[in-house]
């Protein structure tokens, strides 16, 4: 096993080769390498003549006149130039404005694809959640989506915009070309203490805002809700949608995710607040430093249900990081989230201050380098 040194010096290894790479082929994308481009075969003159409309991706313009595959635009003499990104408060979006690239992921509630914007070229993620519900509960769905929307906090994926349609609800958020930490767990065994304490001081202050400035409980802190891009930036998806999903499953009668980081005050149906997320932090940062989920079924071959979890998790002592293989400060930063009395927890704002996080501070970890070496990005936003 690699000392903690030699892990900090491979945490700040920096893989030059591999982000210059990363940057030619970034490059090479925007230069359009997904944009459409238009065939034309016309006499010397004619092409000439027509160069000086014709775009890189090729889209024609002329003064104010935008034309490409996808139909006529009248734009403004600025946009003609560069048009200009889309910003969360632009609020005009229409699913028709963008393109499907591929599917880059499936939850239990729907399927997210990667979609680009077709003037800007901008890329998003795009989540849509199938959901047959009543026109009251719309309602609710709508004020849920817009507090999920007017969130501007770098440690929180933006949501750009969504739409309630034919029994779905599809939402514009920023995509964030790493995927997961659930993905990124499945390319790496574990992650070594000094990334965990870069990582996890960014998943802190996003926490602190929905905690503090939004007054919002996340619901569903785990892996899959927690991701990264290339430039090492780790934020935090889905608040609110699991308040809505909960709000309209006495409708469905079904409860859509995981129990296995569903604190027990809360799986024992009692009240809970944001405590409750910070027992999920602790069970989160605990497996992707042990490259485990923290629980074993009692015996081999699984969970026989979600009951045997469910009642594991309230009835067994809280789970610890083993003080022989981790360090004393990330043992303790463990402990101060995993108790099953809540107010035993520390709140987001005391865990950003706890030894574990300031430890590696003076090392300024290189997340970006960290992320990429481990299992190269895409890196196309
Ligand atoms: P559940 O449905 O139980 O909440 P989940 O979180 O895995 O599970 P989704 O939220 O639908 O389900 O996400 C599925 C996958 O899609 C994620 O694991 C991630 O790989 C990818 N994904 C989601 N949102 C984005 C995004 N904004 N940018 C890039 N990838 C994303
Ligand atoms: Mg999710």
Known sequence: MAS???????CKMSQSKELSENKQRKKTMNKGALAPKLKLSLPPSDEASLSKFLTESGTFKDGDLLVN????????????EAPALIQPSDNQLSLADFDAVQVIGKGNGGIVRLVQHKWTGQFFALKVIQMNIEESARKNIAQELKINQSSQCPYVVVCYQSFYDNGAVSIILE????????DFMKKVPKIPEPCLAAICKQVLKGLWYLHHEKHIIHRDLKPSNLLINHRGEVKITDFGVSAILESTSGLANTFIGTYNYMSPERILGGNYGYRSDIWSLGLVFLECATGHFPYSPPQQGGWANVYELMETIVGQPAPRAPDDLFSPEFCSFIAACVQKEPKDRLSANELMAHPFITKYEDLEIDLASYFNSAAPLPAMS
């Open 4 to 10: 903690p040194k030699e892990e900090e010096e491979n």
């Open 69 to 80: 595959r996808h139909g006529v635009r009248i734009v403004s003499q600025s946009e003609v």
């Open 175 to 182: 995509y964030m070309d790493g995927g997961s930490l659930a």
